[in-house]
């Protein structure tokens, strides 16, 4: 477990190092996690009725004035100001209450008081300590950044201030309000984040990790893979205790006769897309399966690998339903691509963590507990409605 624990926390640090996946940081539960599985996508916000410019001014020039006062950590000789931190603070709520509206709606888990490890510690208090870190890193990386000459161009800093402007266009007036949000202390937020991870960028080049010397350790005759596209259509469904059931003998033969006209349609020139379009029941989808795997159910695995690229097969049956098949790739490299370009980022970003510890070393650092102590992550800038 601790191992696992470790291994979470450096992911979210790696995840945060990149200015716009800042949304895009996750934590997996820990040994409270329910069994089922986890959500696949993090939803995305979308723009509010009542925004950043309907918020009060008066509130966000209050909010703001106090926030650039306060200090939230001193790195080096450099005071890192509370309005830095409430950014991340609110960057890191917005994705922690994404998570906590899916943990509560399907296991019913209280997703930000969770024990997150052993040592008793809840996902609040995880998030606090990983904002703090990942304030701490930007520091050092942009003053790295400073003493080595580097500057944002004129195409970055347009960039920052398109970013910025997507951002105010998913922030709400109360966490403009609360954030003490201005379009100027967030570009400049933003821009000191960006060139922190530019010099990330520079350090991680020197760190001799390619993606090359990665694809090299990467066996590709291990994943072997199919990229097909099928009609579907289904001879069982899920009861109230979500128990899979069989249609009835009628369902099923008149589902059957269906899908062997689709699979006529097809072989008189239509596109499985058009023939999917003539019927709602119809389900068309692409599906991508290793040889070696269990991407698919097996019937379906078999039919597919004797078809040579544009094949379509005749209708076949599995334990869910009936389908029709055409092969599109029988060379697809998708997860052998998406296995390097993981390995590769995980051990790059091993080896900054090792660059970057040294690194941190030549940094005396100073943490404000007392500004913290009244920071409660999700209840702060970003709250659960």
Known sequence: MQKRNRRKEKTIRRSMLVLLCVLACSFSACNKEPKQDSPQATPTPVPVKEGFADANPTLVKERAEEYA???????????ISMQKAMFLIYSMEVQGNNYATYYESQYGIDYWNMEYDEEGRTTREVFKEETIKALIQYA????CAIKNGMELTYD??????????????????????RGGFTTDNLRET???????????GKMTDTLGVTEESVRKTIDKANYKEYETEYLY?????????YNICQESPEVIESRKALIQDCYEQVQGGATFE?????DETIVYN??????EGDGAEAPYMEAAVKLKVGEVCAPIETE???????????KCTKTYEATVAAEYEVRRNEAFQAAYEVLLEQYEVTVNEEVWEDILMGATVSILE
Do not use: H, Q
């Open 190 to 200: 933003c821009a000191w984040m960006m060139l922190g991870e530019k010099y990330y």
């Open 274 to 278: 058009e023939v999917a379009a003539t």
């Open 69 to 79: 006062k306060l200090t939230a950590v001193t790195v080096g000789d450099t005071e």
């Open 140 to 143: 050092v990386l942009y003053d």
């Open 233 to 241: 259509l289904p001879t069982t469904y899920y009861d109230e205790g």
């Open 286 to 291: 692409i599906r991508t399966f290793l040889a």
């Open 156 to 177: 970055e800093t347009k960039e920052n201030a398109t970013f910025v402007e997507s951002l105010k266009g998913m922030m709400s007036a109360e966490e403009a309000e």
């Open 320 to 330: 869910y339903g009936v389908y029709i098949i055409r092969m599109l790739d029988d």
